[in-house]
């Protein structure tokens, strides 16, 4: 029968995005384990502007929540007086939040052991879409 392939995953390379505050729609969420067996959520961002796609990784482990815990303010999803956020997939996909990109050397190891260096954006913060962004921080 030939060749049955998983390719859902496969996307072309991304463009880096211009660095500063963007708009971003929460396009999936995905609840997975790291490589360390943490608990996380898989978070697939995409640019308003260019149609590019981020995907971010959020431990959801005590102590190493915050970026979990900062998507999910962007979001407009609030904690009971506990602290305790009680949220789904379907509470953030969808979602439109500012995102501050960074572009950053990656150090990375081939396959053959060799060290290489590739440039890709990082998202390293996320806001409420309502956010007031300082004209010099804001991106096109």
Do not use: H
Request: hydrophobic letters at 35%; charged letters at 30%; proline letters at 3%.
């Amino acid at each position: 029968m030939g060749y049955s392939m998983d390719m859902s995953k496969e996307k072309e390379p991304n463009e880096l995005l211009q660095e500063g505050w963007r708009k971003l729609e929460i396009l999936d969420c995905v609840k997975g384990v790291s490589k360390n067996g943490n608990d996380m959520f898989e978070f697939t961002f995409g640019d308003v502007l260019t149609y590019q796609q981020l995907t971010i990784f959020a431990i959801a482990i005590p102590g190493k929540r915050w970026f979990l815990k900062s998507i999910l303010k962007a979001c407009d999803i609030k904690a009971n007086e506990d602290g305790v956020y009680d949220w789904d997939e379907s509470n953030v996909i969808g979602k439109m939040v500012l995102g501050f990109i960074n572009n950053i050397d990656e150090l990375w190891i081939d396959r053959n052991g060799q060290e290489r260096t590739t440039n890709k954006s990082k998202l390293s913060q996320v806001k409420s879409k309502d956010f007031p962004i300082p004209k010099e921080q804001q991106s096109e």
